[in-house]
Every structure is written in structure tokens, then in C-alpha cells.
């Protein structure tokens, strides 16, 4: 399905030849004047000279332009990096006539390269001009890097009579594991929204949605999210009730389609694994046993064979970390089969049962700890031929 | 070089078919009266059963028997799992004539399968039959599963005069990430030591050894390593001085040589890579950074494709959790090569430097935080082709 247009938001792309000619390399999104924006980041330390310098013209105004190159991170570039950062934001303010504060830059690919700074502001003239209503697929394409097809979702609700829309796109295969959002990724809404009632109903979507996937456990340097409010549908979202809670939820959709894609287009996948962690003390106990499973080598290849070799998850849930497990208590199921309890193998498990189950496409491993109430889930990929072929081959 | 006997040990080894006919798969290690033993185990919670009667076996008594089986590791096996392993201590116990409290059961393999108790101890008469001082070679290739060749380090000092040996062997390819120990390796030595220190100069050795390499990150259920001294060289080691230096030292010599050949032997590996952190506030701190780059999917396939993309170790630097990190003060070297300075890439580095280096089999990554004088060093592979091959494979 077509994403929704958002009132207020168009969106170009150019082909900039960043880092390969002839390639939709350079996405440029406008906002209309008076829309609110809240954004997440990475939390990596090295993180990106565009992540720096788009927090800080965040902290400033609101924008009114994001420009989004793929094919260079300009991360681990110094302070060489953030220059060619603004650089970029300078000029695009010129083209447009906007304060260069009010632009937002976004990089991805390869990390540690200067940014080819001289090209890309060369292909601005042509992703202005190409700025359309309709530009989102064309946008997810270009934002893409080693991802196999575009990633947009999109929502409808009514707020107040009026008809309000969600749509956003991501990009992201690959070091995948987000610690408050994952590669890039933009959303959009014509509803009116107040900025920190924006930045609350963000953070509460990406808990659940960019923050609980993970590739391969590597936290990239330049992940974010951006949320764009332009207001321009009439209806303003409530800081509680039921439209609220309608609207919160239409952006954690969006955001869970999109997180989501992201795995099912995760490097070299060909499963999509639901992990899902119950009955721990915390939520944050529960996480730490689905990521031990999730980022486990020996599991992630187990599912690539589609081979029930059930005793790799209980040796990662064995070293996660919990103190006093009592493993009488433990029990693992994928899908509906139980394959674990009190401590070792199920009396009614069969290896047949666990062969069909490891055929689907979409499994759930689900783990009770039997200790809580708290629970997690996140969703991951397997280990494949394909992902060692692709990160070993991504430079060259 | 074959390995040095060791006075008042003897090893022998069986096919008792466990898992595939015709191949050494049982192991019994006989010490003479009077050796006192130390131990390290997994601290994985789903621990396997020979785990836990190793420890509560030890905690009775000294040992006069080891015996290993591979092809399965007994874990996740439940009660069944614990009755199993005493049964095989009991068995070799009436046919050699100790207390089934004095026999160690260990094994390797495949989790959640039931022992063939019956094999194994059907198995044993032909490894008592062939007891021999010289049987370490033998030994070695008997505790082998995914290993490609067999694993054994020997030491000779001089104590007060007298000559004194420490010899051992190891196993282990993959699911290594020991916590206390690694998969399984087996150190044995003539001088006469006190079971208190003899564990607390094995806690040592372990620390630098065995607790410092990984190849995937995944622990193991089924880690064990064991010191053995008979005292039959008739030399004593103290409890401080220079003798006891000397003797700790060729222990945690015998230890490194051990867990480097697990390394070198790692699943798929085709690098022997170093990760070498230095200036941390604390060695905790050091070793978190080193294990997030030697456990990043990223780094470990790009060295697989010696392509020097250093930005994936910058990344995770970047990601390992340091509070208050200043990337100013961070630098990264591959081998002699400077590829990060001040938060970007050093000002001399070339691409073919970096491709020189990343050519070698053996690469140290060192790490400078700029923040103390805290270090760690741990030593790990890359990620093949091969490693999820054999993973994908291992069972079917």
C-alpha cells in the first residue's frame, strides 16, 4: 500500500553520485512553517558529526528542512565532520531562504570517510526541485543503503471529526541494535502537536518499537528518529484521553511497522525471530535474557539451519546474568511447542515438533522465567551465509 | 614439541561410540594418591550435570579419576542428567577400586540429549587398559569435538633444585566465552602444592588465560578446568618467594598457550586478533570495551575480509557503555599503524597501511582510553563463512 500524504510535508531526491553514480543518494524533506519536531538518537559515544549538529540546531528552533545523504556516515571524521555538517545545512539555507538552524542533517554508510561535501550541496538544486507531496517512496528510496526494498507505514485516524495521518520511512540492515532509535528513520503527522507532548509520545513508541530490534548487536554511530508535526489537518492532539491515546498509539504503529521491516530486511535474513521474555523480576531482567538470546551467534545460526537445537537458547539464557534463577521454574517454547521445562528437556518434546517449528519464516521463542510479573519483547534476525557475504564484501 | 610427562598422572583413551562409531571420544585421567586438585567452572546457570557432581565431589574429597566424554554434554538434561553422571563415577569406581566421590565426570557436545550412560561405561575398560604416562597426545585428540587439531602446552621449571613439569591439554572451538573456565582443559603438575594455594594460583592463571578469550561470546554450559598436583617430583611449591613466582608463572604459561590454541583453533577463524585496552579507569572497564569489539558481527567480518574498515571499531568503542568517554583522548591502533586520533581518523593514515596490516594472520587492536592507567587484553577470531557453516551444520 501507498503511504498517506501528510499535509505540510513534501519530499525530493536527487542523485548526488555520494558514493556511487547514478544512485538516489540525497533526500531532502520540508516541513511547513509552525511544525513542532521531537527526535531520538543514537547513544553511541562516537557518535555522528550530522547527529551533533542536528541535536544542537534542535535545541535552537524547529526546522523547516531535513537533508539526508547515504553512501558516507561523516562519522569518525572530527571536527572536519561537523564543519562539513553545517556546511551542508548553510547550504541548503541559501537555496531555500531559511535560517541554516532550521536545517537538519542526516548521514549514513560508511563510517570514518570525508564527506564528499562539494557533491552533495551540487545535488541540493535538484532535490528541491523535485519536492512533492507525494515524494515518500520515492524518499524511503533513497535514504536506503544495504537494505533490499523501501520501508514506509502509514496510519489513519480521526481526531476531533478531522482526519489526521501518520507516515513514515526508515532505512537499516545492518548494525542494527538501536539504543533510542535505530539507523534513520521519519515520521510525520499532520496533527498539531505540542513539542514536549511530541518528544513524550516519541519516546514512548520507540521503547517498544525502534529500541526492541536488534541485527547484530552493533549500535550504529548515526541512528535517528525524527517526528514532524505540521498541524496542518486542524486537529490538535490532547495531552490525555482517548484521542490521545488514538494518536499514541497510530505513531507506535507506524513505528513498529517500520522497526519491523527493518528486521525482516535485516542483512542476510531469513528468519524473523520474536523474542519474547516473561515472568521476570523487571522489564529490564526480561530484555537482557531476549538480547542474550537474540545477539548469540550459536542461536542465530541454529535458526539459519532451521535446526532445533534448543540447547543453545537454555545456554544463553544460563549466562545472561540473572542472579538466583531457579531453572525448576524456567520454561522455553518455540511457538506452541514446549521444548524446555523444570530444568531440561520436556517430557512430550519430540525433534519432529521442534524441525516444524524451526521451518516457519516467523518463530517466537518465548521464555518464562517464573520469578515476576515484568515482560520483554523484541524481534531479531538469523545468522547467515549472506550476512558474513555482505559486511565482508560491504567496502569493497 | 610433544608434551612433557607429568609423575603420578596417566591417561587413557576409548571409542565408546557416544556419538559417532569409531572414534576417541572417552578419556579417563588417573592421579596418584595424595594429589591435591583445583577447579574452575562455567558459571552459566543451566550448568550441566557433570558440573555440579564435579563441584560436589570436590568439595568432599580429592580426586583419583577424571573421565571425559565427548559427542554429549550432558546439560539440559534435568535429573536424568545428574543420575547419569553419577552413574559413570560409580562405574569407574568399582572397576578401579576408589570411592565414586573421588571419580570428576566431564563432558562435551551436543546440549539436551540423554547421556548413553551404557556406551560410556561399556567404553571404560578399554581407556583403564590403556593408562600410560605418556598418553597426553591421546588424551588431547579424545576430548576433541569441533576442534581441528589437538591442544597441549608443557612447561619445565627447576624448584629447589628439582625438576618440576606442567603439562596440560584443552578443547574448545566454539561456544567460547569462558566465565571462570573454558570449555575444557585439563593441567596437571609433579610439584607438591597446598589445594588452597594450588586454587588460588589457578584463579590467577584462569584470569589471564581462559577468562580472556572469546570466539562468539556464548558461554558455555559445560566449562571446566582442572589443576592437578601429585607431588611426585618431590619438590614443594611455597606460598609466596621466588619459587612460587616461577611455578605460578609457568601455570599461567601452560593456561595461556592453552587458550590461545582454542583461538587459534576457533570456529572458522582465519585471524588470530588481540584487543589490547589501555589508559581505562579500571581493568572492568577495559575488558567491556574489549569484548564489545571483539563480539561486534561487524569488526569480526571485516577483519574475515581484511578490509581495515576501522570505523566498525570505532563504532564499538563507541557503543560499549564507557560514562564521560572523551573521544579526544581515545586513540586505536592496528598493529604499529595509528588509525584514530582526537575522535577521527589520524591525519597520517593511509588505506594501504590499513590494508597491510589487516593482510597479517596475527593483528593486535589497542585501544588507549586516555582516561587511567587501567589495561586488559583479550584474544578472539574473526567471523567466516566457516563459523556459521559449522554452527549451521553441527548437528545435522
Redesign the interface.
Given at each position: 500500500m501507498e503511504p498517506f500524504i501528510v499535509a505540510g510535508v513534501r519530499l525530493g531526491v536527487a542523485r548526488a553520485g555520494i558514493k556511487y553514480p547514478d544512485r538516489r543518494d540525497l533526500v531532502v524533506i520540508e516541513v511547513a512553517a509552525g511544525t513542532q519536531a521531537a527526535a531520538v538518537f543514537t547513544?553511541?559515544?562516537?557518535?555522528a558529526a550530522p547527529v551533533i549538529v542536528a541535536r544542537a540546531h534542535l535545541a535552537v528552533t524547529a526546522p523547516r528542512y531535513l537533508v539526508i545523504n547515504t553512501g558516507n556516515?561523516n562519522?569518525?571524521?572530527?571536527?572536519?565532520?561537523l564543519t562539513d555538517a553545517e556546511a551542508t545545512c548553510r547550504a541548503l539555507a541559501k537555496q531555500t531562504g531559511c535560517r541554516s538552524e532550521e536545517v537538519l542533517p542526516f548521514s549514513t554508510g560508511?563510517?570514518?570517510e570525508p564527506l564528499p561535501v562539494e557533491r552533495l550541496v551540487a545535488g541540493l538544486p535538484a532535490a528541491l526541485a523535485s519536492l512533492q507531496a507525494e515524494g515518500w517512496t520515492e524518499a524511503a528510496h533513497g535514504i536506503m543503503t544495504t537494505d533490499t526494498w523501501p520501508k514506509w507505514a502509514s496510519q489513519r485516524l480521526m481526531l476531533n471529526g478531522r482526519e489526521v495521518t501518520v507516515t513514515g520511512i526508515a532505512k537499516g540492515a545492518?548494525?542494527i541494535?538501536p539504543?533510542m532509535a535505530t539507523m534513520l528513520a521519519f515520521v510525520a503527522t499532520d496533527a498539531a502537536v505540542d513539542q514536549a507532548l511530541l518528544q513524550h509520545i516519541l519516546n514512548a513508541a520507540v521503547a517498544d518499537s525502534f529500541n526492541a530490534i536488534t541485527v547484530?548487536?552493533?549500535?550504529?554511530?548515526n541512528d535517528a528518529l525524527v517526528l514532524l508535526a505540521t498541524g496542518q489537518s486542524g486537529a490538535t492532539v490532547p495531552t490525555q484521553g482517548e484521542d490521545y491515546a488514538c494518536f499514541s498509539a497510530a505513531v507506535r504503529a507506524v513505528c513498529i511497522e517500520l522497526a519491523q521491516a527493518i528486521i525482516r530486511d535485516g542483512e542476510g535474513a531469513t528468519k524473523f525471530i520474536t523474542v519474547q521474555v516473561e515472568g521476570g523480576r523487571d522489564s529490564a531482567e526480561c530484555r537482557q535474557v531476549a538480547y542474550t538470546i537474540a545477539?548469540?551467534?550459536?542461536v542465530k545460526?541454529?535458526f539459519?539451519?532451521a535446526?532445533p537445537?534448543?540447547?543453545?537458547i537454555?545456554?544463553?539464557?544460563?549466562?545472561?546474568g540473572?542472579t538466583d534463577?531457579d531453572?525448576e521454574r524456567v520454561s522455553i517454547h518455540l511457538d506452541e511447542i514446549c521444548i524446555?521445562c523444570?530444568?531440561?528437556?520436556a517430557p512430550d518434546y519430540t525433534e519432529a515438533q521442534g524441525q516444524q517449528v524451526m521451518a516457519r519464516p516467523d518463530i517466537t521463542i518465548r521464555v518464562e522465567l517464573g520469578r515476576g510479573a515484568a515482560t520483554a519483547r523484541i524481534w531479531t534476525t538469523d545468522?547467515?551465509?549472506d550476512?558474513?557475504?555482505i559486511?565482508?564484501?560491504?567496502?569493497?
Open positions: 547513544q553511541n559515544a562516537f557518535c556516515a562519522a569518525g571524521t572530527g571536527v572536519q565532520g560508511v563510517i570514518g545492518g548494525m541494535c539504543n547484530d548487536g552493533d549500535t550504529s554511530t545477539h548469540s551467534p550459536l545460526t541454529a539459519f539451519a535446526d537445537n534448543w540447547g543453545r537454555l545456554a544463553a539464557v544460563g549466562r545472561a540473572l534463577l531453572l524446555v523444570t530444568g531440561g528437556r545468522f547467515s551465509f550476512y558474513v557475504r559486511n565482508a564484501e560491504y567496502r569493497t
